[in-house]
């Protein structure tokens, strides 16, 4: 209306007015409503022509829109796990920052499976020091077993050199005897000899994977105890929060609120022209 207006002014007012007192055309006499059209066609027309001209122009190089949305993107608040609200620390509508608790589950269980793992560590390594010990008695049980067997095999090369140089001076029996002595000496320190041997692999191979997989319990453990504190990930304002203490939550359900981060999608909006307008637009 404003376009039509401002080009009427330009075109069929000075039409009308060069009728009217250049040509002493009169209105209501030789210009009527009947004969507007005839007598005033230039201006009409130019007048037309300009309006659409004006307008098209303004709509390419102004255009406008009712049709503009704000976007931003939020973040659901869900937990990682099903579990019963124990504390809430925001509420219906608060700033958080990054870290920041925004409400805490009920994590009994998830304390009970940590402080058994802490104690299977501490199990294991009470059994490192035990086997430590092993060891050490291993040792001194070779050394016993073996001056046990040097005592026996002296006394039967004894015995056998004194048969060799006086034959039946040493009856044969006490001979067999220091043998079989011998050879239960023997036994006793390859027993020994095995022992430590299994002490020592308790020490460098079992005891120390036992540990690792206690170790990675705990850390298993340490992991879903941390799911039970829901933190904001980033810096926002947590909105719609309706959770309460005692209230159930999963993350199959519907998310106990959303969290919109700073400046997500404060400066860009999105809008649809529905007339001409140019491809690129400016301020």
């Given amino acids: 209306m404003l376009e039509l207006l401002l080009c009427s002014s330009l075109t069929i007012l000075p039409d009308y007015l060069y009728r009217r007192y250049g040509q002493g055309k009169r209105f209501g ?28 122009v303004i709509f390419y190089y102004h255009p ?54 802490r104690r299977k560590i501490a199990e294991v390594d009470a059994a490192l020091l035990a086997a430590q010990a092993d060891i050490l008695k291993a040792e001194g049980q070779i050394q016993e077993a073996k001056g046990s067997y040097q005592q026996a095999s002296d006394e039967l090369d004894t015995k056998r050199e004194l048969q060799k140089r006086s034959p039946g001076i040493v009856p044969q029996r006490d001979i067999e005897k220091l043998e079989v002595l011998q050879a239960g000496r023997q036994g006793a320190l390859d027993s020994a000899t095995a022992s430590k041997q299994s002490a020592t692999i308790r020490v460098t191979a079992l005891l120390p994977a036992e540990k690792a997989s206690a170790e990675a319990a705990l850390a298993e453990a340490q992991v879903d105890l941390d799911k039970t504190f829901i933190r904001a990930g980033v810096d926002g304002r947590v909105e719609q929060f309706t959770l309460r203490v005692g209230d159930i939550v999963s993350p199959i359900m519907r998310s106990a609120g959303i969290l919109i981060p700073d400046g997500a999608g404060r400066q860009t909006l999105s809008a649809g022209f529905g007339q001409i307008e140019a491809q690129v637009m400016k301020v």
């Fill in 29 to 56: 006499r030789e210009i009527t409503f009947f004969s507007v059209w005839f007598e005033l066609r230039f201006g009409i027309v130019t007048c037309l022509m300009l309006t659409v001209a004006l307008i098209t």
């Fill in 64 to 117: 406008s829109t009712t049709t503009a949305t704000l976007f931003y993107r939020t973040v659901s608040i869900i937990p990682e796990t099903t579990g019963r609200v124990a504390e809430v620390h925001v509420g219906f509508s608060a700033p958080v920052k990054k870290g920041e608790v925004i409400f805490k589950l009920d994590n009994s269980k998830q304390e009970a499976a940590l402080e058994t793992a």
